[in-house]
């Protein structure tokens, strides 16, 4: 039997799809997270700067025409409390800067008193985040336009916005993982109808042949269908050829009875000796075709059986008896003796009876006809882990053929050109014997001339 090559699996297949959807979700999760956490930290420190800058423009006055300050420590402490970053300031009064770092870019464009102006760029070396505020303040009854310009530096937001990250990408790998084991449930969850189907297609016997109907999904219903089908199919096409191969069997050995038995009728008439001679060939042929028809057409039933193999519980010491007894008087004619010697116990075993009668059969036909007249044939059973059913002969042996390639179809020895046969009996033997989990084993008499051919089949 062969299995048929999976070229894909479904269920690896819903689990790569499955995989990739949840490295997508874990994806996105972790950006989108990482993205709120960095605007949520840039804020926090843009609502810090505007509110520096916003308590230094509050701190601003006006002394005898002059814009002053006197800059509030709140100012400065409250953006020192977010990390130990660097601050920097700048107060411009009327274009002139008042206090703080002369150097300290103003914005473009300069803020409106309303509208604070937010920016990034790189100052002394290190990234800075700046808000620049404007105000205008009353001096002499004079409008002045001032410009307070805070910055700080962002290893602070850096710092906040890398741990947020690596936070999400654990959280995202962590929901990777959780997603990719769900997926794994649920494609095996997916599948079970699936592996209840073949498992109670495996249970069957091997005879049976009649619809599934366990319970399905409707996915696999069409399939289901299909495979009903296939089998009510096949099962009308075994019973055909089983009819056909009796039917043919039939046919076949009765015409070449019939003209057996005529020439029987016409040799004895015959005078002449080389007349005589000739037919005596003919009759060996239809012998031949005759012997030929009828084993092939019993590998053809063995063949059959033993696909469709039907397993019982048997005796084979009674197969055995059976057997002996059926070929009996065929051993008579020539004065055989068989010495039958079996356990007087049962000797249970699991197998097909009309099998096995068919292979024990052709050893013992074969002991029979390649053996003298007046000789003994023992057939014998031995147990031990398995059974050995031996037949042991008197005749011609084997002589120098290659016993392996006795067992192969219409193999025949070279000691057996004077004997009608067709080099099947140990095909059938042998067959019969594998599909039960034996085998046949071929051997010389070791107690004088002959052939000694066993059955060896495994116990209950
Ligand atoms: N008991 C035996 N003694 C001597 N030779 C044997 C014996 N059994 C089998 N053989 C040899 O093995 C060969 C194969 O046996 P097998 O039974 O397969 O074929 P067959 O007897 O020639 O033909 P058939 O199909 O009619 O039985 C025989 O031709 C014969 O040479
Ligand atoms: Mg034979």
Known sequence: MTTPFANSSIRRRLVIQLSLIAAILSLTFYLIVRFVAEQAAIDTQDNILAASATSIADALYSERGEVNLELPYSALSMLGSISEDRVFYRVIVDGETLTGYTDLPEPTPLPIPSNAVFSTFDYRGEEVRSVAVARTVSSSGQAVNTTIIVAQTRLGLEAISSSISTTAAFVGVGFFIFLTTLSLLSAQSALSPLRRMTQSIKRRGPHDLSPVKTQLPSELVPLVAALNKFMARLHASLTESEAFVAEAAHRIRTPLTIVRTQAEVVLRKLEKPEDKKALRKMIRAVDESSRSAGQLLDHAMVTFRIENLLTAKLDLGEITRDTCEHLSPTAGLKDINLIVRIPDEPLPIAGDSILLQNALRNILDN???????????????????????????????????????????????????????SGLGLTIADEVARAHKGRVHIRSNTEGPGACVSLILPRV
């Open 367 to 421: 002991a029979i006809k390649y053996s003298p007249a007046d000789s003994d044939i023992h057939v014998t059973i031995e147990k031990s882990d398995h059974y050995e059913v031996s037949f042991t002969d008197q005749g011609r042996g084997f002589g120098k053929a290659d016993l392996k390639s006795l067992t192969k179809r219409f193999s025949r020895g070279d000691n057996a050109s004077d004997i009608v046969g």
